[in-house]
């Protein structure tokens, strides 16, 4: 198993994750939590506990989720499933709620590690900035979690290029790499690409984690005007308008000529697109073994150059 290092980070992963933003057993309000809302639950926990074991069996033992999914049941059901095992990569981001101070992380830090059941966690990352969360100061509280071994690497997402900047060096200040930043990147989305997140992860040897890296499962081509469109809020997804799903067509069409070539799925094959550029980490959700199964099928094959080429044409569209 190819193994990559979290940016300039100690941290090894597989060049491929598995989110859990949809996992745990959310009550009261928090199954009003906008994931919940959009995609609806997971499959049910013993689906979640194979697909757990059917991603760590393919390679993939690294995991995201959030302390702010579901209010924390996410990461529950995690800690739940992995306790005990050393073999799995977790990472988590702060903060609990959307109106928090960076005074607020140190509080919250250890209210995740007490969910998830462990001293420390692999990647600790800023959810988004937000106005009210000074980047230096909570960078200098997260240098002070590294070297406390409460958190092993330290992670952004949602940054722009100028805020992944501030970031790194605020944290250069103490010795430390910023190892990731996660923001949207599919086929679909493809942003990062023109916006300088891209470059500046090049430039400052950040990995990019691609999250919604089949656009919600737009990418799957199981979505078609024809077909049932997905539950809940995520049907009104601009992915899965009408007009969305028509233009989709050729891009799905051109997944699935490629794939034919090597037995894999249109799924797999918008996964291993991201693949192919060795700064990018894409962690698709799944809700059952079966999608965990498929997607870590994304790592055992490799697309020729002009595939990349050709796919990348088909959804110049989507750059902007
Ligand atoms: N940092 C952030 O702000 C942020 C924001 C969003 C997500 N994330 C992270 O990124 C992760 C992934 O994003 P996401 O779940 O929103 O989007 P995604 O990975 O693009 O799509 C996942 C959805 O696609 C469907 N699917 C997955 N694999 C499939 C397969 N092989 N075949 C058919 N259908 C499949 C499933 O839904 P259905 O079966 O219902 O279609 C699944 O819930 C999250 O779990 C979370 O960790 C981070």
Redesign the pocket.
């Known amino acids: 198993m190819i193994k990559t290092n979290l940016g300039k980070s100690e941290v090894q992963v597989p060049r491929l994750g598995m ?4 996992w745990g057993d959310a009550k009261g309000m928090s199954r009003y939590h906008p994931a919940k809302i959009a ?2 639950g997971a499959h049910g926990p013993e689906e979640e506990q194979r697909a757990l074991e059917a991603a760590i069996t393919a390679g993939v033992n690294f995991f ?3 302390s702010m999914y579901s209010n924390g049941a996410s990461e529950r059901r995690l800690g739940e499933l992995t306790r005990n095992r050393e073999d799995v990569i977790i990472a988590t ?1 702060f903060p609990p709620g959307f109106f928090a101070r960076a005074d607020g992380m140190p509080r919250a830090l250890e209210a995740s590690l007490e969910r998830l059941g462990r001293t420390t966690i692999d990647l600790y990352q800023h ?2 900035p937000s106005p009210s969360v000074s980047i230096p100061e909570l960078m200098a509280l997260m240098a002070k979690a590294v070297k406390d071994g409460k958190i092993r690497a330290v992670g952004v ?2 940054y722009s290029a100028a805020q992944m900047r501030a970031a790194h060096a605020a944290l250069a200040q103490h010795g430390i790499p910023l190892a990731s930043n ?1 923001v ?1 990147y ?1 086929l679909l989305h493809r942003q990062p690409e023109a916006n300088g997140v891209l470059d500046t992860c090049r430039e400052l040897g950040i990995t990019l984690i691609a ?7 737009a990418l ?1 081509g ?1 979505y078609t005007t024809q077909a049932p469109r ?2 809940g809020l995520r049907r009104f997804m601009p992915y899965f308008r009408k007009n969305a799903l028509d233009s989709l067509t050729p891009v799905i069409n051109l997944l699935k000529e490629i794939g034919g070539r090597y037995g894999k ?1 249109p ?1 797999q094959v918008a996964i291993r697109w991201l693949i192919e550029n060795d700064l990018v980490l894409p ?5 059952n073994a079966k ?1 965990a199964a ?2 870590a099928g994304a790592l055992t094959f490799s697309l020729e150059a002009a595939e990349v080429e050709a796919l990348s044409r088909a959804t110049e569209a989507w750059r902007r």
Do not use: R, W
């Open positions: 989110g859990v933003m949809t995609y609806g995201d989720t959030a981001k959810h988004f997402s949602n996660q949207e599919s999250y919604q890296p089949l656009a919600s499962g799957t199981k997905p539950t799925t799924a962690i698709p959700g799944a809700k999608q498929d997607n």
